[in-house]
């Protein structure tokens, strides 16, 4: 009888220290939990007033205490990239993507993070102040094809969610079209306007596209369709005069120019000068 209540007891006893374990495991999840949102709290408010360095200390302390939350990174990286750490942010942004692959609205802010180094990177200030321009612009052309690719990732993973985005689209077509890839720009703005007919921007970039590949009415269409919409679009008249005097009718282009040298386009006094004497 006596073994028979030992048994019991060291049975109830074991129960017991369970339970006291998951009370504690419980506990110091929830103090770390508690902490970690403390600081990512510290961090967005120290973010929003301009203490990035502040943000980003608070940031690390949250991700030491949770390494597995892809939103502290991704916010890391919009601390980083505000302090001109494009490196940092970049590495952040990668990580956040690679603990959330299905999250579209963290690789959508992957791009827009990335697009923002690479006009970081083409400003007249960054130009003027690079030592090596070569350099420089090695670093402007992978940054491009890194961001292609990002894009490719991203529009992949919309499809697979059935979802449309003509600004990916238009975002992977511009940079194409900077990295001498025209008619692969042309098939992305084709996409963008599939989705949005009324985008006017991807019709003026859609000919600029057209134009370089000789395509002159193709590119006069889609110029023409842009100042239907607005006949005070300077930039149009522009392109749209050099298509015509490409395609040899200088009349209606020199009078293209003309509009948008009253426009406001300098260039255009240059181009009358040389192509409508």
């Known amino acids: 009888m006596t073994a028979g209540v030992n048994v019991k007891t060291r049975q109830i006893s074991l129960c017991l220290a369970v339970s006291v374990i998951a009370l504690c ?41 949770n390494p597995g939350y892809g939103v502290l990174y991704r916010d890391r990286a919009l601390a980083r990239e505000a302090m001109g750490d494009f490196t940092g942010a970049m590495k952040d942004m990668d990580t956040a993507v690679a603990l959330r692959p299905w999250d579209l609205e963290m690789s959508r802010i992957r791009v827009e993070a990335q697009i923002a180094i690479l006009d970081s990177l083409q400003s007249p200030a960054t130009n003027s102040a690079a030592a090596d321009k070569v350099l420089l612009r090695m670093q402007i052309v992978t940054a491009r094809i890194r961001i292609i690719e990002i894009l490719d990732k991203l529009i992949r993973l919309q499809r697979n969610y059935g979802e449309e985005d003509p600004q990916a689209y238009g975002d992977r077509a511009r940079l194409r079209f900077d990295q001498g890839d025209a008619r692969g720009a042309i098939e992305d703005f084709d996409e963008v306007l599939e989705m949005d007919y009324n985008a006017e921007w991807a019709f003026y970039n859609r000919g600029l596209a057209e134009a370089v590949l000789g395509d002159d009415p193709a590119a006069i269409r889609d110029f023409t369709r842009v100042l239907k919409n607005d006949d005070s679009d300077g930039e149009a008249f522009y392109q749209r005069g050099l298509a015509r005097i490409h395609a040899g009718d200088y009349e209606r282009g020199c009078s293209d120019l003309r509009r948008a040298r009253d426009l406001g386009v300098e260039e255009s006094e240059s181009a009358m000068e040389e192509m409508c004497q």
């Open 25 to 65: 495991v419980q506990g110091c999840y929830h103090i770390l939990a508690t902490q970690e949102t403390l600081l990512e709290d510290s961090a967005e408010e120290k973010y929003e007033k301009g203490d990035f360095a502040g943000a980003i200390r608070d940031y690390n302390k949250a991700i030491g205490l």
